[in-house]
Every structure is written in C-alpha cells, then in structure tokens.
C-alpha cells in the first residue's frame, strides 16, 4: 500500500451521457481525489475517456468497448470486464459508484448507494427500475466491502428499512464545484433570461429531472395558486431532463392562459448559473432525496431557496433555506411569503452560498479515501 493509499479502480462507466447528479457526482469526485495524489485507475465509456484524462492527469484510464454505451452491455461487462480492468490496472479496490457492482472482483469493492426511495416510495419510480436498483442496493449490502451514501438520512434509512450493519456505511457528503456553480453576474442572468425568451420577466426556477419523486406537479399548481392577482406573475421554469411523469403535461394543462410555463430541456452547464442566481426563488419541493445536489448547487449561485424537510434536505440547506411540506397548498403559501418578502429573499440567498462552501469536493474525497482504506483492512 502507497502512501497516497491504495491504487483505486473508479467505474465511470454508468455516468450518463447527460452528466445528470450521477455523472457530477463521479466527476467531482475523480477531480478531487486526482488533486489529493490518489493513486487512480478509471474505467470509462470511450466517449468520456478524453474528458477523464484531462480531470485526472496523472490517472490510468481505460475506455470500455463501445457496446457499454448500451445499458445491458455494460451490466454485463461490469461483471466480466470490470475484473480483469482491475487485474490490468493492479487495483487493489474497486469503486463502483451507482448501486451496482461486480460480484467476483478478486478485491474488496466499495458501493455507492445514493438514495433509499426506490424502497420508501416505490411508486414513486417506475416498476422496472425499482425492482432494478432494490435487487441491487439488497446486493451491494450483502456483498460490498464497504458502503458509501452522501448524506446520514439514507444511511439511517438503509438501516430502517434493510437492517444494513451500520458499521459498514460510510457518509460522504457531495461537494459543489464553486467555479461552475457561482454567483452570476448581471450579464450572465440576462443572457440566460434572453436564451429563454424571458426578456426581464421574473421567474421561479426548478432544474431536475422531470420525475415522481421531484414533485413538479405540487409545483405547478403551486405555483398558479401562489400568482393568483399578481400583477407581476412569475413564470415558471422546468428545466432538465425528461422523465416519465405524465401527470406534468395534465399539470401544465391546467395553467391559466395569463401565466408562462417554460420547459427548455436541458441547459448549458455554463447558463446553470445565470438561470439558478437569477431566479426569484429556486423550488424543488421533492418527495425525498439522498442527497439533493440541485439545492446546494443553486445556494452556491447565490439563489433563495425553497425545498422541503424531507430526508437529507435539512442536512444540505440546514437553516440557509426555506421549507414547505410538498402538498400545493404549502408550496403556494411558501411561495407567496417569499415573493412578498424581498429582504427575506435577500438573506436566503447570501445564507445559501455560505452554506454552500461547507461542501467541497475535497472533503468528499477524504471521506471516499478513508472508505478505500477500511474496505482494504477489513
């Protein structure tokens, strides 16, 4: 064993193509355990290996065959290719950074489990991918050297609910890149507000994907209650991939004509921002998360927040944001009093980018070290 610890196997593998919370989680964190001198190995898919090398110079990268790019291809190689990368490479742990992982690896492997609401809200995901990720959490559990979750709820929860051996759970909370999410300047908001057509009208802001657990739907409704006889209205923005929540467009249907409902799809990494620090208030009223990196990324650009006090979303904005229960009724109050309240908007917002600065990717780091270290003395 080195002295920057032992040489990882990071399998980037499962980083989707839309860089969505787990392609910013995995890339976050390769950065910094690449700026901490660990000894690293990354697997990829052929079209990131370029990008990881750059994130991680001093990294051995290996690219997958391309049929990995197709999910039942990679779920395979993760159980026969992914060995003998390790083997290649030396690796003496492996990491493997969403719920799966290869269950004859030679060496210890250490789990990523990010949230436990495939089992507290099944309904809240669809039955294929639920039953996917509990077969596999049940698995990482059982099998893993160690477990990793970002945030202490889910590792409650995954004791709750499945009788994990807390001994085994490490919590390492995400970090937030400050220089991709920071406090806009007045040009990059209204470059944002012109790409979206917005031309100087207010808005509420909402980044995520589209699904159940996010609860667009109490947000819409919400959020019409809430610009009921405003003369300014807001209007609303859906930013983010979709999902497979059909309730929305019957939400959307329901609009009054008067109001703007906005849904651009995916957005730059270099508007997030100007839309995020440039929104009246950021919403995202979810039914529950294990972690919520959309909240921290939006306090660190300076945005008032609003979310709820479900699962690790206290954990993340602490007393730095404001909380409403997830039924539209509470949203539209909340939403109301903060609109109504510029002051109180004000110092949410500075509150939410101190905050923020609490979560670095460099603890992160540390924290995954530290996991890498017991899973090889176990």
């Given at each position: ?6 040489r990882?196997?990071v ?29 690293l190995?990354i ?6 290996a ?8 001093e990294?051995k ?7 990995i ?14 060995p ?8 003496e742990?492996?990491?493997s ?5 290869p ?8 789990v ?33 050297s160690?477990?990793l979750v970002?945030?202490?709820a ?16 490490d919590?390492?909370?995400?970090g ?13 908001q ?17 980044l ?7 609860n667009?739907?109490?947000l ?7 610009c009921?006889g ?6 609303l923005v859906?930013?983010?991939?979709s ?11 329901e609009v009054?004509?008067h ?17 995020l ?26 945005a ?6 479900r ?7 602490g007393?730095?944001v404001?909380?409403t ?7 539209a ?8 309240d ?8 500075e509150a ?5 600065l ?9 924290a995954h070290?530290?996991?890498y ?6």
């Amino acid at each position: 064993m080195s002295d920057v610890g032992p040489r990882v196997l990071v399998d980037a593998t499962a980083v989707p193509a839309d860089r969505g919370g787990v392609g910013r989680y995995v890339d976050g964190l390769v950065t910094a355990l690449s700026a901490a001198g660990a000894d690293l190995a990354i697997a990829s898919q052929r079209a990131d290996a370029e990008r990881y090398g750059r994130m991680a110079p001093e990294a051995k990268v290996i690219a997958g065959p391309a049929a990995i790019a197709h999910r039942p291809a990679r779920l395979a190689w993760e159980q026969t290719g992914l060995p003998l990368v390790a083997q290649q490479v030396g690796a003496e742990v492996v990491h493997s950074p969403h719920y799966t992982m290869p269950l004859r690896a030679g060496r210890p492997v250490v789990v990523t489990i990010h949230d436990a609401t495939f089992f507290t809200e099944p309904e809240m995901h669809t039955s294929v991918k639920g039953t996917f990720f509990r077969s596999a959490t049940r698995t990482a559990l059982r099998r893993a050297s160690r477990a990793l979750v970002p945030s202490k709820a889910t590792r409650d929860e995954l004791i709750r609910l499945l009788d994990a051996d807390a001994t085994l759970i490490d919590v390492a909370y995400h970090g937030v890149d400050q220089q991709t999410f920071h406090v806009p300047a007045e040009d990059e908001q209204q470059r944002v507000q012109a790409r979206l057509g917005l031309a100087g009208q207010p808005y509420i802001a909402f980044l995520g994907t589209l699904e159940p657990r996010k609860n667009v739907p109490g947000l819409i409704r919400g959020w019409v209650r809430a610009c009921e006889g405003r003369e300014d209205a807001p209007a609303l923005v859906l930013a983010g991939g979709s999902g497979w929540d059909d309730t929305i467009d019957q939400a959307v249907s329901e609009v009054p004509s008067h109001l703007r409902v906005l849904r651009p799809g995916y957005l730059r990494f270099t508007d997030l921002p100007g839309f995020l620090g440039g929104a009246r208030v950021v919403a995202y009223p979810s039914h529950g998360e294990g972690f919520g990196l959309p909240v921290l990324e939006a306090m660190a650009c300076g945005a008032p927040v609003l979310t709820t006090p479900r699962l690790s979303l206290p954990e993340v904005g602490g007393e730095a944001v404001a909380y409403t229960e997830p039924e539209p009724e509470a949203i539209a109050a909340a939403l109301s009093a903060l609109l109504d309240d510029p002051a109180r908007r004000a110092q949410l917002g500075e509150a939410g980018h101190q905050r923020s600065l609490e979560f670095t990717w460099a603890a992160s780091a540390e924290a995954h070290l530290a996991s890498y270290a017991r899973a090889l003395s176990a």
